[in-house]
């Protein structure tokens, strides 16, 4: 074909792919007839009647088609039921093939796969075939064909008739979201199978006997006259466990007791290891505890549950109690697996008024080296239960849940160590004051909502020092609450580095604990400190409502657990609603308030936040606004309205008016980069009983939660509530003092308008509902009159991402892989095949371009034109990519249609074409498309977060330095290998006539000896000798 022709018809065929793609590209074959056979996979119980399965997998081969598998999946689920192949056992890179019901309740197939981060995503190619669908009171029956390898492009299907492990899955509510519709997380960790299975090896006819279901549809007997159907191969022992030898609490050498001291009978968890008197290569494990669902010990490297050998009891439905052998897997999800080989011998168990026992046997050193670790080696022990019953077959270990595992404060060689391994003993402090009078008056106090009466408030901790021991303060704590409340002293506006104290209402809602704790400073993780420097004086539980009190010193001997009180610090008002039996405080539901800094030791009155100076009377009605509205352009009965203007008496301060169908909040934030990144947010927030209304003043931090200000420079002038609409009026000066948490309204800025539906007596914000619409185009609030539109969604920052995503595909992948090979693969490809390489990938990169460029413009096609030469040195990066690339766009269009003028390559001219279409476009269009996507990328950290941007942005240097390096490097050695093989054409085209100055003698006629000039009487039949490489390229 003709140049032209020939990329045609490439494009051509490539679009049609492209159409094809989401699509089946293999046709079905024929579904199984009547009276056909399956084999049975998996049956969940084993042995179970297939109608009574709660999970049943049955293949066979198709009878039209033989290379595809035909399968039967049946089970008790009322989301989804699926079945996984993978080749390593675990979830990453597993092939799912699922029965779910979609957002309208009807039963559809999904070809989904797993990525290496575990989250399932729907395949874009659907390899699936439908037979049978059906869900009928909570329970799946499908059928459906599958190719055995159906050649998918995308590398989401693994070919069937290899060695897969089967993950068993199910989902028991809702079980997909969005259109097409894609899985959600299923309910509880698949069951696997123990070993790799080749399906296509197993399906074997006849399994079972099949009957015929009334729509003349192949359904699996259910039959007692049914060949007995196989069920999943049970884990081969994979060792001979040692006989099971009776022994009394003196025979065990290594203990763990929770809380430490205490007597077996009444631990929360105990632990006791002995070596196997019949075989020391084994050590006997007894373990018992308060729990309702599974006990267990891990043993781990790094004091973390990653990588963690897990040895655990699990309660079963029938309250029978399954030994388990399991696996933490190394990532960062911590899912807890059951292991491959179950390298575990159980001895003994009893489930009995909430308590597990049990005893078992383990190897020392296991055959298992993928999921057992040696216990001839130290490790970090950690002691885990968990209360959610687990409905798994196999038995696995489900969540611990808020029943975080504790872990011993030192590493331990359990096959040596003696005696008491477990936590320490929490300490006490060395003296306790007397409790304070029930009439004692405390100097300090913060309360929610504040200033109110104490038994309305839902949140009340006061502080006074003790009047027997002044090294003590006495704390007072009160609220509305089924689980817990603490108060926490922070050295930052975050729960990192806390020091808290609590109120814990045990299981049974009988007792309160009084607990000393301590958020770690590289995570949120709240612990239970060893040394509980607490006095506790009295606590109780009434009506859902929490009171106690205690006493702190104000400085203790656990520095490393413990603040000094007499400093400033931020006061975290928390609380929760999980009780706990162990004085644990779990993670609370609602973010805890923040109240300003102060010394507890000395401060007096009242904590609240800190308010505005002054504050203009209440607004009218009247005068020009700014207005904002959803639906956009709506006057009445609108679902969301902002209107902004300049308060009439003090036009230092806007007034905001805001009104809004929620039943939870209803705000409006201020933005510089149309994001909730570093928002300035002002809300109104409905209080739990529905009768008030708080006016608040917030800040979106860069993780996109909202935290409350500590300076409130709101100024609340009237709210209401009434028929589930939210009306409330307010002031804010535009400029504050908070510089650090407040906009400058005197500015352009994007507008969100945002909602959410959960009340709060402190004011926060609960995660909103929807994705808040934003303004279309950024205003001055101070100036600005009229209406803005509003987009429903975030169209601009999604387009902008598509865009810098495709410009770095166009230019840093494409064009600079087409250049190189025009620049340095033609000796070592003389047949032209560099130059297909070079044209298709400067034409995809151009196409690709084109397309990043179309959608920059979508992005911005109701601003107020293009972006202003002239916009304000904040912007120059705007105004330079903007530029820059306009000008890199007009280069990547002429380059080709310059390509087409060309002469042949022996041409007299041709000097010219190489200096236009290389050197003064081609390179320089390189040169100026890398310091655009460049500076694109440092733009690009205002669509996720400044840090992510400039990641990106070294990353990205560092490959152009890389890059550079490389071009230097290949430049030299062509050029110096050209002029010792005396062969200027090694050389690139723009460093020839240096080369030819330098070689001893001048070529002639290279290239019209080379094109044929030369020959004569050529016979047109027959081929020209194809070139070999140049026996002097560098890249031969």
């Known amino acids: 074909l003709d140049p032209p022709l020939e990329t045609m018809a490439f494009f051509a065929v490539a679009t049609l792919l492209l159409c094809l793609a989401p699509f089946h590209l293999n046709a079905c074959p024929t579904a199984p007839g009547s009276g056909v056979s399956y084999t049975t996979i998996y049956s969940i119980p084993n042995g179970c009647e297939q109608s009574s399965c709660d999970y049943f997998l049955a293949a066979r081969l198709n009878d039209a088609d033989p290379t595809y598998l035909d399968f039967w999946l049946e089970g008790n689920a009322g989301g989804w039921i699926a079945v996984g192949f993978s080749a390593t056992s675990s979830m990453a890179n597993a092939d799912v093939l699922a029965c779910a019901l979609d957002s309208s309740s009807t039963p559809v197939l999904i ?76 309910s509880s960790t698949p069951p696997r199978s123990p070993s790799a299975l080749n399906v296509v090896s197993l399906v074997t006819p006849p399994a079972i006997s099949p009957s015929v279901s009334s729509s003349e549809q192949p359904v699996p007997s259910t039959s007692s006259s049914s060949v007995p159907m196989a069920t999943p191969m049970p884990p081969t022992p994979p060792l001979t466990c040692p006989p099971a030898s009776p022994a009394s609490e003196s025979d065990y050498r290594v203990f763990a007791r929770i809380p430490a001291g205490c007597e077996r009978s009444s631990c929360t968890y105990y632990l006791a290891v002995r070596t196997n008197p019949d075989d020391p290569e084994f050590l006997d494990f007894e373990l018992e505890g308060d729990a309702q669902s599974w006990i267990a010990i891990g043993l781990s490297k790094t004091a973390s549950m990653r990588a963690t050998d897990v040895s655990g009891c699990v309660v079963q439905a029938d309250n029978s109690v399954a030994v388990v052998d399991a696996w933490n897997v190394d990532a960062p999800s911590y899912s807890n697996v059951r ?39 130290t490790y970090y022990l950690l002691f885990g239960r968990g209360n959610t019953p687990s409905t798994a077959q196999p038995p696995a270990l489900n969540y611990h849940g808020p029943l975080t595992p504790v872990v011993s404060d030192s590493l331990v060689d359990i096959t040596t160590a003696t005696g008491e391994v477990g936590p320490p003993a929490e300490v006490g402090p060395d003296g306790c004051p007397s409790a304070p009078a029930n009439s004692a008056d405390y100097r300090l106090y913060s309360t929610i909502p504040s200033g109110c009466e104490r038994a309305e408030c839902s949140y009340v901790v006061a502080v006074r020092t003790n009047d027997q021991n002044s090294s003590f303060l006495d704390f007072y704590l009160e609220g509305d609450t089924s689980g817990w409340i603490a108060i926490g002293l922070s050295p930052s506006q975050s729960m990192l580095m806390a020091d808290v104290f609590g109120c814990v209402v ?79 405080l779990a993670r609370h539901e609602v973010t805890p308030l923040i109240r300003p800094q102060v010394d507890i030791t000395t401060a007096v009155g009242e904590i609240t936040d800190t308010g505005p100076s002054s504050c203009p009377s209440a607004p009218s009605t009247d005068g020009d606004f700014l207005v904002a509205s959803l639906p956009g352009g709506c006057t009445s ?3 969301y309205t902002v209107r902004i203007k300049k308060n009439d008496q003090d036009p230092s301060f806007l007034d905001f008016f805001l009104e809004g169908e929620t039943n939870g909040w209803i705000a409006v934030g201020l933005s510089e980069t ?42 609340p002038h009237s709210s209401s509530f009434e028929n589930g609409r939210i009306s409330c009026i307010f002031s ?70 598509v865009h810098g995503i495709l410009m770095v595909v166009a230019w840093p992948v494409l064009a600079v892989t087409a250049i190189f090979f025009a620049a340095f693969m033609k000796p070592a490809l003389p047949n032209g095949e560099w130059f297909q390489v070079h044209r298709a990938f400067n034409v995809a990169s151009l196409i690709i371009g084109a397309t990043a460029f179309f959608f920059i413009f979508v992005a911005n096609y109701r601003r107020n034109g293009l972006i202003s030469l002239t916009t304000s040195s904040a912007d120059a990066a705007k105004v330079a990519h903007f530029t820059i690339g306009i000008f890199v766009m007009l280069l990547h269009i002429v380059n080709p249609l310059i390509s087409i003028c060309r002469c042949k390559p022996g041409g007299e001219n041709r000097w010219i074409f190489n200096l236009f279409h290389a050197t003064l476009i081609g390179y320089a269009a390189e040169l100026f498309a890398l310091v655009n996507a460049g500076i694109g990328l440092h733009l690009f950290g205002e669509y996720f977060s400044r840090d992510f941007g400039n990641t990106l942005l070294w990353i990205f240097i560092a490959f152009v330095a890389a890059y550079s390096i490389l071009i230097v490097v290949l430049l030299l050695v062509f050029f110096i290998s050209s002029v010792l093989a005396n062969n200027e054409k090694l050389a690139p085209s723009f460093l020839q006539p240096i080369a030819r100055a330098f070689s001893k003698e001048e070529k002639v006629q290279v290239e019209m000896s080379a094109t044929g000039s030369v020959q004569t009487k050529e016979d047109p039949m027959i081929p020209k000798a194809r070139k070999k490489p140049s026996k002097d390229s560098f890249l031969r």
Not at 152 to 173: I, K, V
Not at 357 to 365: A, G, L
Not at 776 to 783: I, K
């Open 674 to 715: 149309d994001d909730m990144f570093n928002a300035d947010v002002f809300s109104c927030v409905v209080g739990t009983d529905g009768s008030t209304v708080s006016i608040n003043d917030a800040w979106n931090p860069s993780s996109r939660s909202s935290n409350r200000d500590i300076m409130q420079d709101v100024c």
């Open 111 to 186: 070809d989904a796969w797993n990525p290496a981060g575990y989250s399932n995503t729907r395949d874009t190619q659907q390899d699936l075939c439908s037979n049978v669908l059906e869900h009928d009171s909570g329970r799946f029956t499908c059928s459906f064909a599958r190719a055995i390898n159906t050649g998918d492009p995308n590398g989401q299907d693994l070919q069937l008739d290899s060695d897969l492990y089967l993950l068993l899955a199910t989902r028991s509510t809702t079980g997909t979201s969005g259109n097409p519709p894609e899985l959600q997380k299923h």
């Open 732 to 801: 804010r000066a535009i400029q504050t003092s908070d510089t650090d948490q407040d906009l400058d309204l005197n500015s352009d800025l994007y507008l969100l308008l945002a909602t959410g539906s959960t009340p709060s007596d402190s004011g926060s914000l609960a995660r909103h509902d929807t994705t808040p619409p934003i303004t279309e185009e950024r205003v001055n609030p101070a100036t600005f009159t009229g209406e803005v539109g509003a987009s429903e969604v975030m169209v601009r920052p999604a387009l902008t991402r």
């Open 339 to 377: 292991d491959k080989n179950q390298e575990i011998c159980p001895k003994s168990s009893s489930f009995v008024n909430n308590r597990i026992s049990c005893n078992f046997s383990r190897p020392i050193v296991s055959a298992d080296t993928d999921e057992d670790l040696p216990m001839n080696d």
């Open 637 to 639: 009965d609108c679902s």
């Open 506 to 584: 045990s299981s049974d809602g009988s007792t309160v604990s009084i607990t000393d704790a301590w958020n770690f400073p590289s995570s949120r993780s709240n612990v239970r400190d060893t040394i509980q420097d607490v006095c506790p004086h009295s606590g109780f539980f009434q009506d859902d409502r929490i009171y106690c009190s205690f006493s702190r010193a104000i400085q203790t001997s656990d520095t490393d657990q413990d603040l000094d009180l007499s400093d400033d610090y931020f006061l975290l008002l928390a609380t929760g609603n999980t009780p706990s039996d162990g004085g644990f």
